[in-house]
């Protein structure tokens, strides 16, 4: 419920460029305190630096889900929506720290209560959020109609545009005036048009919602000093962030809102254009030479749009704020409770409340109550950065959880280990920004105060790579996107100009313009023919990427339908594994969170493909590369599960987890101390799980057949971050001293120059401790020996490993030998663990 206050509450609605915000600001510092909710954070980063320029850095609080700076004296707060405070609801940040009367408190872009996504937060902010002495509700003037019924003892006061805003038509990218700004719907037509901006004109900065404000901030920068005259930007410019710009150029006007390709709303066209012109400055809006099929401006959106009229809404999103932590069921259902008022529409499925619903499907998760089940909640909280999907997302959430569930706290070595990964400054432009979306989410973890036992040092180390990453990123962008020794294209376009050229695929993959062929398609790259001429290369090129696009998206699409044959685990000349198809690499494999789980990096050609396409493809190739991974190493999952599974043994679990990390073998010296800790039951539950206590190994002998250690090899590689060792001849028993070792030790044995497999020697072994423990004479296998090749040398060294010795014509017992040096050996902290579940 919102505070019962008798200050005044007004709804402050007009078009972009009437000041909104300013006065927001102006009236916030005329109280001893007050809040605003803004609906980026980039725009609540540049309100902060706004009025820590008033107001002086002591004063002044950014609350943000990846970043929070509250000095002990802050009196102002600037906050994303999401982190607001607002006293109770069902605000994820459960912990209370800021949740206190402010004098003065505003939501601004209140009319976002229709988004799908976040919508539920923007309208519970305008019903609750409220100040001892005034409050303010910022939007357009589509909201009156629903401020007047939501509030109807609220103020409703217009402001009128600043400036006039005026239909341009559409212009070719080449000749679109200084000072524009050019607005595209995906990160991949951000930078194609980018690239075509520096070819045609020298260079664009680029903005995007997924920018750190640091490289926001460096590439607006360059906007703002005239260094480029062009600024090439997704629709997070529509939401205040002010810049001078004098004209908007929508690059389509059709978007994937997360669910579906649609046409943008009146209102959103509106929001995007209204960011030409700043004060007192008139702006115009056009196209950027949308053909016919995707079509421009109709005659009514551009009389709406000069006109500031757009149509009322007649509801909101709206989510039950008023939740019940008796238990996980009733969570859920508080959640999807309904509102009694028809205007107040039920939100749509937020990922927080998805990733909930996966998560409670553990009955051991489901069973959770009270403070339980409100820390859960609050986990579920952690924003998906990286937009991997609510299944992928659980994963991480689950893991969590698992560590704070009881009040406990994030291993500090886990949180600092996935940290130093990200902090990698290397890679091009794609790889930057996923890094720089993953520390994001470390950030707002290592803001939760009850998460970790040392939070402000953890938000400081996130807070120094994400600086480091925002730096590194904008100098990428700026080396690819910018050109200063170019003013101008090498040759005009001409009369005709690069769209009217005719694109053309021939069946073999050759690409022509009009009459004169220009490269060659193969799989997703594009390859310019060298003959070309110089001179027309560019248009050309330019040209061909525009129109490529549909013949893209049908052979991803086409691949998306496939079998999984028509994929395949190649080794490139580096010795870096990727997924191909017919040759082609779709993606590479990346180090990721466990052996069992690689990342997977698309292709730079996969960047020309549209945004929905390309997510179904990847979402393809991850589901292909799961798929082999359970086939070919399904027994090393099963044991990675058992050593994470509470129900599991201490022993057992501490012994899996050794074997696990090692990839599926070891040898029994490594874990004598394990195995001693074993009882019978622990040993009967790893013989289910295919585990081979052998007496001079433990492994798994599913493991050694020929698919399984090509898998193996490839994923220690992809963690390792080497090459892909030469592996072992199919069904080899032994192997010469020259075989790569890499490649030898995931599954034989080596014997001085020779090389054994782990089974024969297994055998090997306890036929010689079997003849030993019945009084026989001849321990060893002689049938065996020979059938496999073994030599003398080797045979004696094995001997020797099993603990005996040649006396004469005759095999003595004299014991094991203590391990060498250089046996591998099982990590310290494997043994530390398990005495830690010995202890529990």
């Given at each position: 419920?919102?505070?019962?206050?008798?200050?005044?509450?007004?709804?402050?609605?007009?078009?972009?460029?009437?000041?909104?915000?300013?006065?927001?600001?102006?009236?916030?510092?005329?109280?001893?305190?007050?809040?605003?909710?803004?609906?980026?954070?980039?725009?609540?980063?540049?309100?902060?630096?706004?009025?820590?320029?008033?107001?002086?850095?002591?004063?002044?609080?950014?609350?943000?889900?990846?970043?929070?700076?509250?000095?002990?004296?802050?009196?102002?707060?600037?906050?994303?929506?999401?982190?607001?405070?607002?006293?109770?609801?069902?605000?994820?940040?459960?912990?209370?720290?800021?949740?206190?009367?402010?004098?003065?408190?505003?939501?601004?872009?209140?009319?976002?209560?229709?988004?799908?996504?976040?919508?539920?937060?923007?309208?519970?902010?305008?019903?609750?959020?409220?100040?001892?002495?005034?409050?303010?509700?910022?939007?357009?003037?589509?909201?009156?109609?629903?401020?007047?019924?939501?509030?109807?003892?609220?103020?409703?006061?217009?402001?009128?545009?600043?400036?006039?805003?005026?239909?341009?038509?559409?212009?070719?990218?080449?000749?679109?005036?200084?000072?524009?700004?050019?607005?595209?719907?995906?990160?991949?037509?951000?930078?194609?048009?980018?690239?075509?901006?520096?070819?045609?004109?020298?260079?664009?900065?680029?903005?995007?919602?997924?920018?750190?404000?640091?490289?926001?901030?460096?590439?607006?920068?360059?906007?703002?000093?005239?260094?480029?005259?062009?600024?090439?930007?997704?629709?997070?410019?529509?939401?205040?962030?002010?810049?001078?710009?004098?004209?908007?150029?929508?690059?389509?006007?059709?978007?994937?809102?997360?669910?579906?390709?649609?046409?943008?709303?009146?209102?959103?066209?509106?929001?995007?254009?209204?960011?030409?012109?700043?004060?007192?400055?008139?702006?115009?809006?056009?196209?950027?030479?949308?053909?016919?099929?995707?079509?421009?401006?109709?005659?009514?959106?551009?009389?709406?749009?000069?006109?500031?009229?757009?149509?009322?809404?007649?509801?909101?999103?709206?989510?039950?704020?008023?939740?019940?932590?008796?238990?996980?069921?009733?969570?859920?259902?508080?959640?999807?409770?309904?509102?009694?008022?028809?205007?107040l529409r039920p939100a749509p499925e937020a990922?927080?409340?998805?990733?909930?619903?996966?998560?409670?499907?553990?009955?051991?998760?489901?069973?959770?109550?009270?403070?339980?089940?409100?820390?859960l909640w609050a986990v579920c909280g952690l924003?998906?950065?990286?937009?991997?999907?609510?299944?992928?997302?659980?994963?991480?959430?689950?893991?969590?959880?698992?560590?704070?569930?009881?009040?406990?706290?994030?291993?500090?070595?886990?949180?600092?280990?996935?940290?130093?990964?990200?902090?990698?400054?290397?890679?091009?432009?794609?790889?930057?920004?996923?890094?720089?979306?993953?520390?994001?989410?470390?950030?707002?973890?290592?803001?939760?105060?009850?998460?970790?036992?040392?939070?402000?040092?953890?938000?400081?180390?996130?807070?120094?790579?994400?600086?480091?990453?925002?730096?590194?990123?904008?100098?990428?962008?700026?080396?690819?996107?910018?050109?200063?020794?170019?003013?101008?294209?090498?040759?005009?376009?001409?009369?005709?100009?690069?769209?009217?050229?005719?694109?053309?695929?021939?069946?073999?993959?050759?690409?022509?313009?009009?009459?004169?062929?220009?490269?060659?398609?193969?799989?997703?790259?594009?390859?310019?023919?060298?003959?070309?001429?110089?001179?027309?290369?560019?248009?050309?090129?330019?040209?061909?990427?525009?129109?490529?696009?549909?013949?893209?998206?049908?052979?991803?699409?086409?691949?998306?339908?496939?079998?999984?044959?028509?994929?395949?685990?190649?080794?490139?000349?580096?010795?870096?594994?990727?997924?191909?198809?017919?040759?082609?690499?779709?993606?590479?494999?990346?180090?990721?969170?466990?052996?069992?789980?690689?990342?997977?990096?698309?292709?730079?050609?996969?960047?020309?493909?549209?945004?929905?396409?390309?997510?179904?493809?990847?979402?393809?190739?991850?589901?292909?590369?799961d798929c082999q991974v359970s086939r070919h190493?399904?027994?090393?999952?099963?044991?990675?599960?058992?050593?994470?599974?509470?129900?599991?043994?201490?022993?057992?679990?501490?012994?899996?987890?050794?074997?696990?990390?090692?990839?599926?073998?070891?040898?029994?010296?490594?874990?004598?101390?394990?195995?001693?800790?074993?009882?019978?039951?622990?040993?009967?539950?790893?013989?289910?799980?295919?585990?081979?206590?052998?007496?001079?190994?433990?492994?798994?002998?599913?493991?050694?057949?020929?698919?399984?250690?090509?898998?193996?090899?490839?994923?220690?590689?992809?963690?390792?971050?080497?090459?892909?060792?030469?592996?072992?001849?199919?069904?080899?028993?032994?192997?010469?001293?020259?075989?790569?070792?890499?490649?030898?030790?995931?599954?034989?044995?080596?014997?001085?120059?020779?090389?054994?497999?782990?089974?024969?020697?297994?055998?090997?072994?306890?036929?010689?401790?079997?003849?030993?423990?019945?009084?026989?004479?001849?321990?060893?296998?002689?049938?065996?020996?020979?059938?496999?090749?073994?030599?003398?040398?080797?045979?004696?060294?094995?001997?020797?490993?099993?603990?005996?010795?040649?006396?004469?014509?005759?095999?003595?017992?004299?014991?094991?030998?203590?391990?060498?040096?250089?046996?591998?050996?099982?990590?310290?902290?494997?043994?530390?663990?398990?005495?830690?579940?010995?202890?529990?």
């Amino acid at each position: 419920m919102a505070p019962r206050y008798d200050a005044p509450v007004r709804a402050i609605l007009g078009p972009t460029n009437t000041g909104k915000t300013y006065l927001a600001i102006e009236r916030m510092c005329g109280h001893s305190s007050g809040v605003i909710g803004f609906p980026l954070r980039l725009l609540a980063r540049e309100v902060y630096d706004r009025v820590v320029a008033m107001k002086g850095e002591k004063q002044v609080a950014l609350l943000t889900g990846e970043e929070r700076i509250v000095p002990p004296t802050a009196r102002y707060f600037l906050c994303t929506a999401e982190s607001m405070p607002v006293p109770g609801g069902d605000s994820h940040h459960d912990d209370g720290e800021f949740h206190r009367d402010f004098a003065f408190a505003a939501i601004d872009e209140a009319q976002l209560g229709v988004d799908p996504e976040r919508g539920h937060v923007f309208t519970d902010r305008m019903l609750r959020a409220r100040g001892r002495e005034e409050t303010l509700i910022l939007g357009s003037e589509t909201l009156k109609p629903m401020v007047r019924e939501l509030l109807p003892r609220a103020e409703i006061v217009t402001r009128p545009r600043f400036s006039t805003l005026r239909y341009a038509g559409s212009v070719k990218l080449s000749r679109l005036p200084p000072r524009s700004a050019v607005v595209a719907f995906s990160a991949e037509q951000v930078y194609a048009l980018a690239e075509m901006l520096r070819r045609f004109k020298g260079g664009a900065a680029v903005v995007m919602g997924a920018l750190s404000p640091a490289t926001r901030n460096a590439q607006v920068a360059m906007f703002q000093r005239g260094e480029v005259d062009y600024l090439v930007a997704t629709d997070a410019i529509g939401m205040g962030l002010n810049m001078d710009v004098t004209h908007v150029a929508f690059a389509g006007l059709d978007k994937f809102d997360g669910r579906r390709d649609r046409r943008l709303t009146i209102p959103e066209m509106a929001q995007i254009a209204g960011r030409a012109g700043r004060h007192q400055k008139d702006g115009t809006f056009g196209t950027l030479g949308l053909t016919e099929d995707s079509g421009g401006f109709s005659e009514a959106e551009i009389d709406a749009i000069e006109d500031h009229r757009f149509r009322p809404l007649d509801s909101l999103y709206w989510r039950n704020a008023e939740l019940d932590f008796s238990d996980v069921q009733s969570l859920m259902k508080s959640l999807e409770a309904k509102s009694d008022d028809p205007i107040l529409r039920p939100a749509p499925e937020a990922i927080d409340l998805a990733v909930l619903k996966l998560i409670a499907e553990d009955p051991a998760i489901a069973s959770r109550r009270g403070a339980q089940a409100r820390r859960l909640w609050a986990v579920c909280g952690l924003p998906d950065f990286r937009k991997v999907g609510p299944m992928h997302h659980a994963r991480m959430v689950r893991r969590l959880f698992s560590y704070i569930g009881e009040g406990g706290h994030i291993p500090h070595e886990w949180f600092a280990a996935e940290v130093t990964r990200l902090d990698n400054m290397s890679g091009d432009i794609e790889a930057l920004a996923d890094r720089l979306a993953g520390i994001r989410s470390w950030a707002y973890i290592a803001h939760r105060s009850d998460w970790l036992m040392d939070p402000a040092k953890w938000a400081e180390r996130t807070r120094e790579v994400e600086a480091r990453l925002s730096d590194a990123l904008h100098e990428r962008l700026t080396q690819r996107f910018v050109d200063r020794r170019t003013a101008v294209l090498v040759r005009d376009i001409g009369a005709r100009g690069a769209d009217a050229l005719p694109v053309t695929v021939a069946a073999d993959g050759e690409v022509s313009v009009g009459p004169e062929p220009i490269g060659h398609l193969t799989g997703f790259e594009f390859r310019v023919d060298p003959s070309a001429r110089l001179a027309d290369k560019r248009l050309l090129l330019a040209a061909a990427e525009r129109r490529l696009g549909d013949e893209l998206d049908r052979r991803a699409r086409a691949l998306v339908q496939s079998e999984d044959h028509a994929f395949q685990l190649i080794v490139e000349d580096g010795g870096s594994l990727a997924v191909a198809s017919e040759g082609n690499v779709l993606a590479r494999l990346a180090p990721g969170r466990s052996l069992l789980e690689p990342a997977l990096r698309t292709a730079r050609p996969l960047d020309r493909l549209s945004a929905p396409t390309r997510a179904a493809l990847r979402e393809r190739l991850e589901r292909w590369l799961d798929c082999q991974v359970s086939r070919h190493l399904g027994a090393l999952q099963k044991l990675g599960a058992a050593a994470s599974d509470p129900a599991t043994s201490p022993g057992v679990r501490a012994l899996a987890a050794m074997l696990t990390d090692a990839g599926g073998v070891l040898p029994r010296r490594a874990v004598l101390g394990a195995i001693g800790h074993l009882e019978q039951a622990d040993r009967q539950a790893l013989y289910k799980l295919g585990v081979r206590l052998g007496p001079l190994d433990v492994f798994l002998p599913l493991l050694l057949k020929p698919a399984a250690q090509h898998w193996r090899a490839a994923l220690s590689s992809v963690k390792q971050g080497q090459a892909m060792p030469a592996l072992p001849p199919p069904g080899a028993a032994t192997l010469a001293a020259d075989a790569d070792p890499r490649g030898a030790i995931l599954a034989y044995r080596r014997l001085g120059s020779t090389w054994l497999r782990i089974d024969l020697a297994d055998r090997l072994a306890s036929h010689a401790r079997k003849v030993r423990s019945t009084g026989g004479d001849d321990p060893v296998d002689q049938d065996l020996a020979t059938s496999i090749g073994l030599g003398e040398e080797a045979l004696a060294r094995l001997m020797s490993e099993i603990g005996f010795t040649r006396a004469g014509e005759a095999w003595k017992w004299r014991g094991r030998r203590p391990q060498r040096q250089d046996q591998r050996a099982a990590p310290s902290h494997a043994f530390a663990e398990l005495a830690k579940l010995k202890k529990k």
